[in-house]
């Protein structure tokens, strides 16, 4: 789980410097302004792909171990 919350964390902090990258107003509007995330996911893919799969990748270990945490243990 704790490498599922890093791997999240590392994404969402490169996809901001991506905005960044792209230009000032596109960081500020993914800080700031709800939506303009995916509207920068969409419109500037290959800048934004690796990072959005790296965060999915994170969240997919958050929610694997999530899972298998709540699952009950067999009794013997």
């Given at each position: 789980?704790?490498?599922?919350?890093?791997?999240?964390?590392?994404g969402g902090?490169?996809?901001?410097?991506?905005?960044?990258k792209?230009g000032?107003?596109?960081?500020l509007?993914?800080?700031?302004v709800p939506?303009?995330?995916l509207?920068f996911?969409i419109l500037?893919?290959?800048?934004?792909?690796?990072?959005?799969?790296l965060q999915?990748a994170g969240?997919?270990?958050?929610l694997?171990a999530?899972?298998?945490?709540?699952a009950?243990?067999p009794l013997r």
């Amino acid at each position: 789980m704790w490498l599922g919350l890093v791997l999240l964390v590392i994404g969402g902090i490169w996809f901001i410097i991506a905005a960044f990258k792209e230009g000032l107003l596109w960081g500020l509007g993914v800080l700031f302004v709800p939506f303009v995330s995916l509207v920068f996911l969409i419109l500037g893919w290959p800048e934004a792909k690796r990072p959005f799969f790296l965060q999915l990748a994170g969240f997919g270990l958050i929610l694997l171990a999530m899972l298998a945490l709540s699952a009950p243990f067999p009794l013997r």
